[in-house]
């Protein structure tokens, strides 16, 4: 198992870190702040489809075609945190070497949508406000670091739990 974990994880890690290191330079160069966040997800599920693969191998080539949905599941979510952990810290270096004013141009895009939108000037006022009080905490590693999480481990943990219902399979009693 701990083979298949790495492999996948490691492969699933290089894939989703590369893309969104594409999909940020693509889409925070022209200020497109939303199809940077359309083809971060799309990439996760690319990604992410390895758990498949993973749960498959390993039930199909190790367990003689059985694997209860426990297994399947820890299969699937060591995969998920190693891939995870690839994408934080890409950003992490992404974000303090390359890129340290990424909150600053967001939150400007942010409320440039709101201007748009025809929100009120309280409204504005209140959102400026809390992208400063984003920016100035989103400098903080740790705090960077664990926002980033929200972002990927989700999306790992639903294609961890949908592939674990369609992979798992008992072992048929004569």
Request: a positive charge; one cysteine or more.
């Amino acid at each position: 198992m701990k083979k298949i974990v790495l492999v996948c994880g490691v492969i699933s890690g290089l894939i989703v870190a590369s893309l969104m290191i594409v999909s940020t330079a693509l889409c925070c160069s022209n200020g497109n702040f939303d199809m940077g966040m359309v083809l971060g997800y799309a990439s996760m599920i690319l990604a992410f489809s390895l758990i498949f693969v993973g749960i498959k191998n390993y039930r199909d080539k190790y367990n003689n075609g059985i694997i209860s949905f426990g297994k399947a599941f820890r299969i699937g979510l060591y995969i998920t945190l190693i891939a995870s952990t690839f994408y934080v810290v890409t950003w992490l270096i992404v974000y303090f070497f390359f890129m340290p004013d990424f909150a600053e141009k967001y939150g400007a895009h942010m409320i440039d949508k709101l201007k748009a939108g025809g929100a009120s000037q309280l409204e504005i006022n209140k959102q400026t406000k809390e992208m400063a009080d984003f920016a100035v905490m989103y400098k903080n590693p740790f705090y960077n670091a664990m926002i980033t999480y929200t972002e990927v481990l989700p999306v790992g943990l639903v294609v961890t739990l949908i592939g674990s219902l369609i992979l798992k399979r008992k072992l048929k009693r004569s």
